[in-house]
T-cell receptor, first 111, second 114 residues
Framework: SQELEQSPQSLIVQEGKNLTINCTSS?????LYWYKQKYGEGLIFLMM?????EEKSHEKITAKLDEKKQQSSLHITASQPSHAGIYLC???????????FGKGTTLSVSS | ETGVTQTPRHLVMGMTNKKSLKCEQH?????MYWYKQSAKKPLELMFV???????ENNSVPSRFSPECPNSSHLFLHLHTLQPEDSALYLC?????????????FGPGTRLTVL
């Protein structure tokens, strides 16, 4: 079965610093989703990447998909306390019916 | 506010109790999902419904019984649960099931089984 490995597991950065979170799949990726979750709450959709080489940005968050490496990265520029939370990557399961997720990366931003 | 609501937000139950979780989506979507999120584990897919029909059961124990009376509502009936079933239960919906359909998540129900 497919697995998604996220790194790092947790991250503490100073406000204003840049950071990158990685998501690596054990199998071919057919669409990669990034979500953000506040502890104990639901997931908020950030962006979806479909094609190799695709890059999307939303405010200060940029995500890229490297299809050959079966990997995606999420980059946050000039981090703010509002960026704190758990970032999860998700990918379609083999049947294409639902998403499987990584364990998440917990981000803390110190001011 | 994602357009997916879940009630209750918190639930504490004994192992012999029977309770139900409710999910409602106001987005006109056709597919609905139940996920389980336990500490230090990835989100686990439990069930998928498409047009009210169950299309996927991810080897979930029978003490969890889903019900989808229409495309807008999804229930998870719980009975004789175990303490290890304590987790955050998340409901999601998407326009259709499938690879490139964004899923919208509810806020979850935090379940504690004593």
């Amino acid at each position: 079965s497919q697995e998604l490995e996220q790194s790092p597991q947790s991250l503490i950065v100073q406000e204003g610093k840049n950071l990158t979170i990685n998501c690596t799949s054990s199998k071919t990726l057919y669409g990669l989703y990034w979500y953000k979750q506040k502890y104990g709450e639901g997931l908020i959709f950030l962006m979806m990447l479909q094609k190799g080489g695709e890059e999307k940005s939303h405010e200060k968050i940029t995500a890229k998909l490297d299809e050959k490496k079966q990997q995606s990265s999420l980059h946050i520029t000039a981090s703010q306390p509002s960026h704190a939370g758990i970032y999860l990557c998700g990918a379609a399961n083999q049947a294409g019916t639902a998403l499987i997720f990584g364990k998440g990366t917990t981000l803390s931003v110190s001011s | 506010e994602t357009g997916v609501t879940q009630t209750p937000r918190h639930l504490v139950m004994g192992m012999t109790n029977k309770k139900s979780l409710k999910c409602e989506q106001h987005l006109g979507h056709n597919a609905m999902y139940w996920y389980k999120q336990s500490a230090k584990k990835p989100l686990e897919l439990m069930f998928v419904y498409n047009f009210k029909e169950q299309t996927e059961n991810n080897s979930v124990p029978s003490r969890f019984s889903p019900e989808c009376p229409n495309s807008s509502h999804l229930f998870l009936h719980l009975h004789t649960l175990q303490p290890e079933d304590s987790a955050l239960y998340l409901c999601a919906s998407s326009q259709d099931p499938g690879t490139y359909n964004e899923q919208f998540f509810g806020p979850g129900t935090r379940l504690t089984v004593l």
